[in-house]
């Protein structure tokens, strides 16, 4: 797929793939072995590009567990109603050429390049890919631990969690409270957060519109910020309440077996409560010792290499990605100058100079669509943004709903960029 910054609906290229192989592939002698830990949407991206470009010199092999990845991206267009949960699966028989093990990474054995398996084996490597996504940094928020996710979701992993979420959501009592605890910075999607605010707004409006929400937010400000602002005013008139650090955001504690938040020592009684916690790497990233003192991976923003391992390549959320967000565009984007890296270096090809692009699209109401997006280059030892653009307050409904038709297109053709099919 030609990544832009803004989508013509009419030249969206929807990619597919061949099968994948079910049994390990019978490989040529001496052939260098890419190992990739994770099928997001780093992960697939880079074992998809390099299996599709590698001309077959490299030997690509994908951990991931799961059949299937139920994306993280656009589920709260689900949890609004907007869009159905089945949409939001891919499965991998697209990614032709890739050796698929249906295992979890237990551990990486950095010195003799080795990678531990769940299942008792282990697979070796040259070169090593983790896309692992987020963990969540233990104590975050005082009385919540992922023990209480089932009280008091995250949904921020996709997947399950979600549909709790909205389950939680559909049940409440009339004219209860829905309650959300905001991230820290920095964390997986920026405007995410906001988007489940808008489109928990959305869900509540027809089925329970005495209802409130409650964000409890310990940042300054957010992103998007007057743009969602000025939607909630729009759409959802006196709904939602946004308390910050000034009046006791920074000191929270929750009670999931009483469903209370605490704010600067005051309980608050709530119906429905989504904890999003501050986030770092991947545990296998940080077990692995290639996080420092942020919670991140630091990389070379030439190529996403490991500043600590010159064998190991992080890339998407669990890397520090200088002035990039952390998001699926970018994950993807990043994907695709790894594997033009590992491709030069391994088989001694020229990779092209690196660019990376994003744009995060969100919901407010239905077609009320909104956008903020830049592009990127290695500079000053980080990923620098070069220019950037964002949807403005006060513009018209026909722009409003074409950026929001744009984000439909952008989400089926990157399905079909990283998995090779558009859903499973």
């Known amino acids: 797929m030609r990544e832009?910054?803004?989508?013509?609906?009419?030249?969206?290229?929807?990619?597919?793939?061949?099968?994948?192989?079910?049994?390990?592939?019978?490989?040529?002698?001496?052939?260098?072995?890419?190992?990739?830990?994770?099928?997001?949407?780093?992960?697939?991206?880079?074992?998809?590009?390099?299996?599709?470009?590698?001309?077959?010199?490299?030997?690509?092999?994908?951990?991931?567990?799961?059949?299937?990845?139920?994306?993280?991206?656009?589920?709260?267009?689900?949890?609004?109603?907007?869009?159905?949960?089945?949409?939001?699966?891919?499965?991998?028989?697209?990614?032709?050429?890739?050796q698929l093990v249906q295992d979890w990474a237990t551990g990486i054995d950095r010195?003799?390049?080795r990678v531990a398996l769940g299942g008792g084996g282990s697979?070796?490597?040259?070169?090593?890919?983790?896309?692992?996504?987020i963990d969540f940094v233990g104590g975050a928020v005082p009385g919540w631990d992922v023990a209480s996710q089932q009280a008091m979701p995250h949904a921020y992993k996709g997947g399950r969690q979600i549909r709790?979420?909205?389950?939680?959501?559909?049940?409440?009592?009339?004219?209860?409270?829905?309650?959300?605890?905001?991230?820290?910075?920095?964390?997986?999607?920026p405007p995410g957060p906001?988007?489940?605010v808008s489109m928990v707004a959305h869900l509540l409006a027809q089925s329970n519109p005495?209802?409130?929400?409650?964000?409890?937010?310990?940042?300054?400000?957010?992103?998007?910020?007057?743009?969602?602002?000025?939607?909630?005013?729009?759409?959802?008139?006196?709904?939602?309440?946004?308390?910050?650090?000034?009046?006791?955001?920074?000191?929270?504690?929750?009670?999931?077996e009483t469903m209370e938040i605490v704010i600067d020592g005051e309980p608050e009684k709530v119906d429905v409560c989504n904890v999003i916690p501050a986030q770092q790497a991947g545990?296998?990233?940080?077990?692995?010792?290639?996080?420092?003192?942020?919670?991140?991976?630091?990389?070379?923003?030439?190529?996403m290499r490991s500043r600590l391992d010159e064998a190991v390549t992080v890339l998407g959320d669990a890397a520090a990605q200088g002035d990039m967000p952390k998001s699926a565009f970018a994950a993807n984007s990043q994907a695709k100058v790894v594997a033009h890296a590992l491709r030069a270096e391994l088989t001694g090809s020229t990779a092209p100079a690196p660019r990376y692009l994003n744009t995060c699209w969100s919901l407010i109401a239905e077609n009320d669509g909104v956008r903020?997006?830049?592009?990127?280059?290695?500079?000053?030892?980080?990923?620098?943004?070069?220019?950037?653009?964002?949807?403005?307050?006060?513009?018209g409904a026909e722009r409003r709903q074409q950026t929001f038709l744009e984000s439909v297109d952008w989400y089926r053709a990157i399905s079909a960029d990283i998995f090779g099919s558009s859903s499973s």
């Open 4 to 98: 832009n910054t803004s989508l013509n609906r009419r030249q969206v290229l929807a990619l597919t793939g061949a099968a994948l192989l079910p049994a390990p592939m019978v490989m040529a002698q001496g052939r260098p072995r890419v190992v990739v830990i994770g099928g997001g949407a780093g992960g697939a991206t880079v074992a998809r590009y390099l299996a599709k470009d590698g001309g077959g010199a490299i030997e690509v092999v994908l951990v991931e567990p799961a059949h299937r990845y139920d994306s993280c991206f656009f589920s709260n267009l689900a949890l609004g109603g907007f869009w159905e949960f089945a949409a939001l699966g891919h499965g991998y028989d697209g990614l032709a050429g890739v």
């Open 210 to 256: 005495s209802a409130k929400i409650l964000i409890i937010d310990p940042k300054e400000s957010f992103a998007k910020q007057a743009l969602f602002e000025e939607g909630w005013q729009n759409h959802y008139p006196g709904m939602i309440t946004r308390i910050g650090p000034d009046f006791g955001a920074g000191n929270i504690e929750v009670r999931p």
């Open 164 to 189: 709790l979420l909205k389950a939680q959501i559909e049940a409440m009592r009339e004219g209860g409270t829905f309650a959300m605890i905001a991230p820290p910075n920095p964390y997986r999607c």
């Open 123 to 133: 697979v070796s490597y040259d070169r090593l890919v983790i896309a692992p996504g």
């Open 283 to 303: 545990m296998i990233a940080v077990d692995a010792g290639l996080t420092d003192e942020t919670g991140w991976v630091p990389v070379r923003p030439e190529d």
């Open 111 to 113: 010195d003799a390049r």
């Open 372 to 395: 903020v997006g830049a592009t990127y280059a290695p500079a000053e030892g980080k990923i620098t943004a070069l220019d950037s653009f964002v949807s403005q307050p006060g513009e």
């Open 194 to 196: 906001y988007e489940r």
